[in-house]
T-cell receptor, first 115, second 112 residues
Framework: ELKVEQNPLFLSMQEGKNYTIYCNYSTTSDRLYWYRQDPGKSLESLFV?????AVKQEGRLMASLDTKARLSTLHITAAVHDLSATYFC???????????????FGTGTLLAVQP | DTGVSQDPRHKITKRGQNVTFRCDPI?????LYWYRQTLGQGPEFLTYFQNEAQLEKSRLLSDRFSAERPKGSFSTLEIQRTEQGDSAMYLC??????????FGPGTRLTVL
């Protein structure tokens, strides 16, 4: 059974601190996404990681992908309150021709940044 | 580009009633996906279409659920004889071949 696990499930951190969210998955895939979800809202795409060793950065967030270890990380630098949300990783189960088929989501990490 | 739209945004129904949700994908996206998200969980895949063809259905999609995408444009998801366990956020996403899925705002279903 395909599993996508995130840790921690809940993260409370102070503004200005750094932390990393981990996403482990149990199947072969070269494509992984990170999404942000605010309470009661839909999913906002943060990063698309398309190959082993891919690294993407946007503002205080940086995501990386190691397909050999089946591990992706989302690193938060100098957190601010506005980053408070739930973060999901999603593994792309590719179909014919390498096209996106379906996403298997992780359990989610609820991030609370305290002033 | 107006994004993926879903209608209605909220639906409250009584157990046993039928409900239908609509999803309008981003124009020219040939793939359309349905997911279900319950409180505190990540979204779970239900089904997806390439143009008008339904290519895969999850085991989560019981016989009470049916999805269509006539003419390869908008899609509908119908739930017959709703149960309280059907209460969830139903998310639609569309994708240009072959990458990244863009999600709509979702339809929140409450079954009383």
């Amino acid at each position: 059974e395909l599993k996508v696990e995130q840790n921690p499930l809940f993260l409370s951190m102070q503004e200005g601190k750094n932390y990393t969210i981990y996403c482990n998955y149990s199947t072969t895939s070269d494509r992984l996404y990170w999404y942000r979800q605010d309470p009661g809202k839909s999913l906002e795409s943060l990063f698309v990681l398309l190959s082993n060793g891919a690294v993407k950065q946007e503002g205080r967030l940086m995501a990386s992908l190691d397909t050999k270890a089946r591990l992706s990380t989302l690193h938060i630098t100098a957190a601010v309150h506005d980053l408070s949300a739930t973060y999901f990783c999603a593994v792309d189960i590719l179909g014919y021709g390498g096209a996106t088929n379906k996403l298997i989501f992780g359990t989610g990490t609820l991030l609370a940044v305290q002033p | 580009d107006t994004g993926v739209s879903q209608d209605p945004r909220h639906k409250i129904t009584k157990r046993g009633q039928n409900v239908t949700f609509r999803c309008d994908p981003i124009s020219e996206h040939n793939r359309l996906y349905w997911y279900r998200q319950t409180l505190g969980q990540g979204p779970e895949f239900l089904t997806y279409f390439q143009n008008e063809a339904q290519l895969e259905k999850s085991r989560l999609l019981s016989d009470r659920f049916s999805a269509e995408r006539p003419k390869g444009s908008f899609s509908t998801l119908e739930i017959q004889r709703t149960e309280q366990g059907d209460s969830a956020m139903y998310l639609c996403a569309s994708s240009p071949y072959p990458y990244e899925q863009f999600f709509g705002p979702g339809t929140r279903l409450t079954v009383l």
